[in-house]
């Protein structure tokens, strides 16, 4: 099974803080993907990136940076924390064919 | 409309008993996955399809890419099958669609 690893797994944040979360993984992926869930609703996606050192912009970008300094690894940045950012986050990877696999979450509270 | 939508948004069942869940596409989908994320909020791949049929243990799903449908089958229905049930679906690029989800609630 491929290993996803997000750190940390929940975090509270005040307003207008910088906010880093990690996403790592050890499947030789290609792809990986950064994911928000609202209480209720499916996930959407924030940025994504296919190689390392380039990221691109999912569905709602607007707020978040990533950066993949590796195959490995993938961050979400969130400059200015809001309120509106508060959600769990999942982290994803997969090999090329779709077939995702996700990490166990990341529930961030911005307060 | 919605490019996935998914339905029942909620079902509850007995233990013991069969049901299904099912995505509509509104346009022609390469592949589907299924998920479940269960209480804890963790996301479990069930099953990825680009066609046809595939069977898990008391699980089952079919993709007909071109009636536009997926569908997820329980049978014999486990308290431990209670969860949120999230369908996705991509129609050619890399992206996944997903549906917005089915919450099944298993009772004793």
């Known amino acids: 099974e491929a290993a996803v690893t997000q750190s940390p797994r929940s975090k509270v944040a005040v307003t207008g803080g910088k906010v880093t979360l990690s996403c790592h993984q050890t499947n030789n992926h290609d792809y990986m993907y950064w994911y928000r869930q609202d209480t209720g609703h499916g996930l959407r996606l924030i940025h994504y990136?296919?190689?390392?050192?380039?990221?691109e912009k999912g569905d709602i970008p607007d707020g978040y940076k990533a950066s993949r300094p590796s195959q490995e690894n993938f961050s979400l940045i969130l400059e200015l924390a809001s309120l509106s950012q508060t959600a769990v986050y999942f982290c994803?990877?997969?090999?090329?064919?779709?077939?995702?696999?996700f990490g166990h979450g990341t529930k961030l509270s911005v307060l | 409309g919605m490019p996935v939508e998914q339905n029942p948004p909620a079902l509850s069942l007995y233990e013991g008993a069969d049901s299904g869940l099912r995505c509509n596409f509104s346009t022609t989908m390469k592949s589907v996955q299924w998920f479940q994320q269960n209480h804890r909020g963790r996301l479990i791949t069930l099953f990825y399809?680009?066609?046809g049929t595939k069977e898990n243990g008391r699980l089952k799903s079919t993709f007909n890419s071109k009636e536009r449908y997926s569908t997820l089958h329980i049978k014999d229905a486990q308290l431990e099958d209670s969860g949120t049930y999230f369908c996705a679906a991509t129609s050619g690029s890399w992206q996944l669609i997903f549906g917005s989800g089915t919450q099944l609630t298993v009772m004793p």
């Open positions: 994803a990877s997969s090999d090329g064919d779709e077939r995702l696999f």
């Open positions: 990136s296919y190689v390392a050192d380039s990221t």
């Open positions: 399809l680009a066609q």
